[in-house]
């Protein structure tokens, strides 16, 4: 699994960043965890607000810190998948 | 509404289950409903007990004398407090609810098809209510340019999105009245649209960086679920948190140095330096504003203070304005899409604008 927290480096995107990690963690998933700050980079995925978390190439929120229920959700949903 | 004769007549059971779910629903809404209208009441009964509150703390229990100036520091002081932090944690969460009703992609949706004057107008409109943060600046700008938003229709967007905002409006409602507040917001849409527009006509895209060009066009990714009432209150309580647990320090460090300057400076002592007839005030508020920038709260409860000895209104709206609207940070990070020469030339119409205002208003008021 892939996962990505696209964001220039703001508060926000740190926080996401850590969530996203401890809820990997957590529920013992193989993840790659990434942290996408080039500009050219986070706007191939046309989002309009950062930060932005995408897993396995799709975007699941943008512009906004998800709850950790949410991150948990949707990364056991694509563990599940695997 | 017929509900015990719906339950046969319906043929499948999934529809079933959801149509019993939903009678569940309304006691929950109306339990939001009703606490929503006892937080407002009580809300309301504590504004308007602070006044009386203050002058008892510090007449009746602190003793102190009327009419000194240490006493009439402390009654400001726990007077203004209280005031300035309770408006600005109602509209503050009143915002956050608003802005849950508005994306980013929904407010390009709308300016991607509009002319120049109309589009101008409407993105300094919906600057106000779109969630928007100086760090997303960059790819909001590219999202509106490769949609086909005209570059002045996105100026007018980036320029009242920070300037016309909750904490401002707040401030000025708590510290100068609800008439402040509309001029303010009235004139910073008006500086938007102007200086939108202005860009839009100068043709500047050539200043723009051309790999904002290079990114193709398409649809946003993420369509994400509508949000409920529960989230929307969610987005209220998060802007709270966020917003007034950031500012609330300045504005109590502010209000006590305003306090001070209304108990010791003398009536009229900033005339000479702020007033009206000092045409080089407004250049000065505006020059001093462009660094600063959250600290703004602090500064406006002491320019409020100063502005009781003299000092003039259009100054103060145009000093607001520049420490929100032209942010030093906010030039950084549009140097990734913009040339310097876009920037200088953002900087300068809205500069501009700004300048105007406080004139204006330093001589017609």
């Known amino acids: 699994m892939k996962v990505k927290v696209l964001g220039p480096g703001c508060a926000k995107c740190k926080a996401l960043y850590g969530e996203a990690a401890k809820a990997i963690a957590s529920l013992g998933l193989e993840a790659e965890l990434e942290k996408v700050e080039k500009l050219e980079e986070i706007m191939a995925y046309r989002i309009m607000a950062t930060p932005a978390l ?10 906004r810190l998800p709850s950790a229920t949410e991150i948990t959700t949707w990364l056991s949903a694509a563990g599940a998948k695997q | 509404m017929n509900e015990p004769l719906s339950l046969p007549v319906l043929p499948t059971a999934p529809a079933e289950a959801g149509e019993r779910i939903a009678p569940a629903a309304p006691p929950r809404s109306a339990r939001l409903v009703a606490s929503g209208v006892v937080l407002l009441a009580l809300w309301y009964a504590v504004y308007r007990g602070i006044a009386p509150l203050a002058d008892f703390l510090t007449y009746g229990v602190l003793r102190l004398a009327r009419e000194t100036p240490f006493s009439s520091a402390i009654s400001f002081f726990l007077y203004e407090v209280p005031k300035v932090l309770l408006l600005l944690l109602l509209i503050v969460f009143g915002v956050g609810i608003v802005r849950s009703f508005f994306t980013p992609e929904k407010t ?7 002319r120049e004057s109309l589009g101008n107008v409407l993105a300094s409109l919906l600057g106000v209510v779109t969630p928007f943060c100086s760090c997303s600046a960059v790819p909001m700008f590219i999202g509106f340019v490769t949609a086909g938003v005209p570059l002045g229709v996105t100026f007018s967007f980036l320029v009242s999105a920070p300037m016309v905002n909750e904490v401002a409006l707040a401030l000025l409602f708590g510290l100068f009245g609800w008439k402040v507040a509309a001029l303010y917001a009235g004139t910073g849409l008006l500086v938007a649209l102007v200086a939108g527009w202005v860009i839009g006509r100068l043709k500047l895209e050539r200043w723009v960086e051309p790999w904002v060009y290079a990114i ?8 994400f679920a509508p949000p409920t009432w529960v989230d929307r209150i969610g987005a209220g309580k998060a802007a709270v948190k966020e917003i007034v647990g950031k500012v609330w320090p300045y504005v109590v460090a502010g209000i006590a140095v305003g306090a001070g300057i209304h108990g010791w400076v003398p009536a009229n002592f900033m005339a000479g330096i702020m007033g009206k007839q000092a045409w080089w005030s407004v250049p000065l508020a505006v020059l001093i504003g462009i660094p600063m920038y959250s600290n703004a ?5 002491v320019v409020q203070a100063l502005l009781g000895k003299g000092a003039a209104l259009g100054t103060v709206l145009a000093f607001m304005m520049s420490v929100i609207g032209l942010s030093l940070p906010e030039f950084v990070i549009l140097r990734k899409v913009l040339r310097p020469a876009l920037i200088a030339v953002f900087a300068g119409v809205v500069g501009t604008g700004i300048l105007i205002v406080g004139y204006v208003f330093n001589f017609v008021l």
Do not use: F, T, Y
């Open chain 2, 108 to 114: 390009r949706q709308v300016l991607a098809g509009k």
């Open chain 1, 54 to 63: 995408v897993i396995d190439g799709e975007v699941k929120s943008a512009g």
């Open chain 2, 216 to 223: 193709p066009a398409g649809e946003v990714g993420g369509d």
């Open chain 2, 297 to 301: 709260a602090g500064i406006v409860p």
